[in-house]
């Protein structure tokens, strides 16, 4: 019933016209849970929120809830559901949830019409199972590439036994979904053969160019006006390739200041063109911080999207990353520059050639392609065609095509 895009065909949407009626109720319930989400959380959680806000505006028969981890088993009143998990050391208020009965228990007990899980561990376990139990269809949306994470952080030979074990696990979803192209390309090869590959958006009226304000910003940092400020806004995780920028900023020197937003003091060493800034809860806040900036810097070379990306180039910035992973989807010459590999050497030398350029004409042409490619209405508009073809249930299609079902 779905297209190699993840739309529904026309011979899915027939077959979703003539779904008996105990298929298609009037109000769907869908449930997202993860343990992906915390008070510092990143892309995957401002992808739930800005779902939750979408669903909210353009699918008001579908109930959305949220089951995540937390310091104490508690409702928010709004849909999000947290239960008791110990928190990891080290892991910046992240949880890691260990039984997946009591997650399951949770799920069942929301009764959805349609399980999302956002990762592949305890959460995405229990909603494999609660989906079972309750008989209906759970998607897996691969926001992490494992086997990418093991071979980093423990060596080459665990790349192999990981991805064995993320291939079984996604393989037993009804549909999985990836950010990107690149993550999606990695599950083929992995043996998940359909794979969606959902490229997320932005919310390009929040991140805006005109939330700027460059000299206020230099002047609370202490900088001179004409200091060429470069930023990166992201957890202090090692993939994310801290240290290359560090010293990519040391080896240009002057006029350059790397400002690092929720990196952690760790992440500063010694290098004298370094200022770190704590993680910004409030995107508006984010939104001016990248805004007042010349360039937004992103040395990860296996990020599987990079939200904050589009982020920047929302708010006009032209971004330099490197020539792999899920960032160089989004980034080429047009609005920024690419790195031959993740290393200080070839990330200042990109740097330099962007500054080279005519930086506020590519931060211009950055923000055109944000607005024109990465909106959030047509990312949720596919979402929810794939939950409709999965559910039968003419609450997740848009109004139009609801009648169908009519």
């Known amino acids: 019933m779905l297209s190699e895009d993840g739309r529904i065909s026309s011979r899915g949407w027939d077959a979703l016209a003539g779904a008996p009626e105990r298929r298609r109720p009037s109000i769907a319930r869908l449930v997202d849970t993860t343990m992906l989400y915390a008070p510092r959380s990143g892309g995957v959680k401002r992808y739930l929120l800005a779902k939750r806000a979408w669903l909210a505006a353009h699918r008001p028969r579908v109930r959305h809830s949220l089951v995540v981890p937390g310091a104490a088993d508690a409702y928010d009143g709004k849909g999000l559901w947290s239960i008791y998990t110990a928190p990891l050391p080290f892991a910046d208020g992240y949880r890691w949830p260990a039984s997946k009965t009591a997650w399951m228990k949770r799920l069942v007990t929301q009764r959805p019409s349609l399980i999302e899980a956002g990762d592949p561990y305890t959460p995405g376990l229990a909603a494999l199972q609660a989906g079972a139990r309750l008989g209906v269809p759970v998607v897996g949306f691969c926001h992490t590439d494992l086997p990418a994470l093991a071979a980093l952080h423990f060596g080459d030979w665990a790349e192999r036994p990981v991805r064995r074990r993320w291939a079984n696990i996604y393989s037993q979803f009804d549909q999985v979904v990836a950010p990107s192209h690149y993550i999606a390309a990695r599950l083929r090869e992995a043996g998940i053969d359909d794979a969606i590959a959902l490229p997320l958006g932005v919310d390009t009226s929040l991140f805006q160019p005109n939330r700027a304000d460059p000299e ?183 109004p139009a095509r609801s009648l169908l079902t009519h």
């Open 216 to 398: 206020g910003l230099r002047a609370r940092l202490g900088l001179v006006p004409d200091r060429r400020l470069l930023v990166f806004a992201g957890r202090p995780a090692r993939e994310k390739r801290i240290d290359v920028l560090v010293e990519a900023a040391a080896t240009l020197g002057d006029p350059y200041t790397l400002l690092l937003v929720g990196a952690g003091p760790a992440a500063l060493v010694t290098a004298p063109n370094v200022i770190g800034l704590p993680y910004e809860r409030d995107p508006a806040s984010l939104a001016r911080l990248l805004a007042s900036c010349d360039a937004f810097v992103h040395a990860n070379d296996a990020e599987p999207f990079g939200l904050v990306v589009l982020e920047a180039m929302a708010c006009g910035l032209p971004v330099v990353g490197v020539d792999s992973g899920g960032v160089a989807e989004s980034v080429d010459e047009v609005v920024g520059q690419l790195a031959s590999r993740s290393a200080p050497g070839p990330f200042a030398e990109a740097v330099a050639a962007l500054f080279e350029r005519d930086v506020a004409a590519v931060g211009r042409r950055a923000r055109v392609r944000a607005v024109k490619r990465h909106g959030w209405d047509p990312v949720f508009d596919r979402l929810t065609d794939v939950y409709a073809a999965l559910t039968g249930a003419a609450a997740f299609a848009a």
